[in-house]
């Protein structure tokens, strides 16, 4: 938002406008293989990464925030999903989602216990959850559970392309359970490489008194740990009551360009 000029004795600095970044790549259709399945939070309910590879083409192009609806039959008729995608678009060896298992969701269950080899139907890159490049701020990224994964793709692309361009990256995940920090191995190797990438994560229910990080909601988070909002851009990820108070507290907060992407 661009504010009001004052008089020439008191100019106040204009907030840079962001515009929604224009999708690069359009979707289509693909016979997307499943390559493997394996589990990375195994307590139930468990949250497992699923590759694909494709039929008669490579990893297709997308941008990092995207997603991919797939495509499978439940009693006898065709129904499809949304997953995000958790790998970055350079990586052409397969294509990564991450997949909680719901109680009573069939899709979620179904693609746990898929067999390598099989072949699904599925559209994309699909959506509009994309980061502008250049990167014109520095950026926080507040993820819960498995909102976690288009962030993933996002900083994987930003290191392999170099993009931080001295920009600093907040990622601000919050979780139940300890076993619950998926990509966490990635995310602290990421952190030690790289000094302007900072992780905080907090766990609402501490199960082991061995952890001795942040305790509570992403929330909290925000308003001890974050600094300077107004030269800050927000990315939130995850469940729709959770993405609806954050993104709330983010505009009280006055950051300079908030995006959000929930899921029901």
């Known amino acids: 938002m661009m504010r009001e000029t004052a008089s020439a004795k008191a100019a106040v600095p204009q907030k840079q406008v962001i515009h929604e970044a224009p999708v690069k790549f359009r979707s289509g259709k693909h016979t997307a293989i499943v390559k493997e399945v394996f589990d990375i939070a195994p307590q139930f309910p468990p949250t ?11 990893v297709f192009d997308f941008e990092p925030g995207q997603f991919i609806s797939i495509f499978a039959e439940k009693d006898g008729k065709r129904i499809s999903r949304p997953y995000s995608i958790a790998s970055w678009p350079e990586n052409k060896a397969y294509l990564e989602l991450c997949i909680k298992v719901v109680e009573g969701g069939f899709m979620s ?38 909102g976690v ?16 361009g001295g920009r600093e990256f907040h990622m601000v995940f919050g979780v139940r359970y300890v076993h619950d920090l998926i990509y966490r191995d990635l995310i602290e190797r990421w952190e030690r490489e790289h000094r302007n990438f900072h992780f905080y994560p907090t766990i609402s229910r501490p199960e082991t008194p061995t952890w001795k ?20 851009q927000v990315f939130i990820c995850g469940l729709h009551d959770m993405v609806e108070d954050v993104n709330n507290l983010c505009k009280r907060l006055g950051f300079a360009y908030v995006r959000f992407e929930k899921w029901d």
């Open 213 to 232: 990080g942040r305790v509570g909601y992403v929330q909290k988070v925000l308003e001890n740990d974050i600094k300077d909002y107004a030269n800050k």
């Open 48 to 58: 497992y990464l699923i590759r694909f590879t494709f039929e008669n083409e490579g």
């Open 109 to 146: 269950n179904y693609l746990h216990h898929v067999r390598p080899g099989t072949k699904l139907p599925t559209i994309g890159p699909l959506g509009r959850f994309v980061m502008q490049e250049p990167i014109p701020y520095d950026t926080v990224f507040v993820a819960t559970g498995t």
């Open 149 to 164: 994964a288009p962030f993933i793709a996002m900083m994987g692309h930003i290191w392999e392309r170099g993009l931080d």
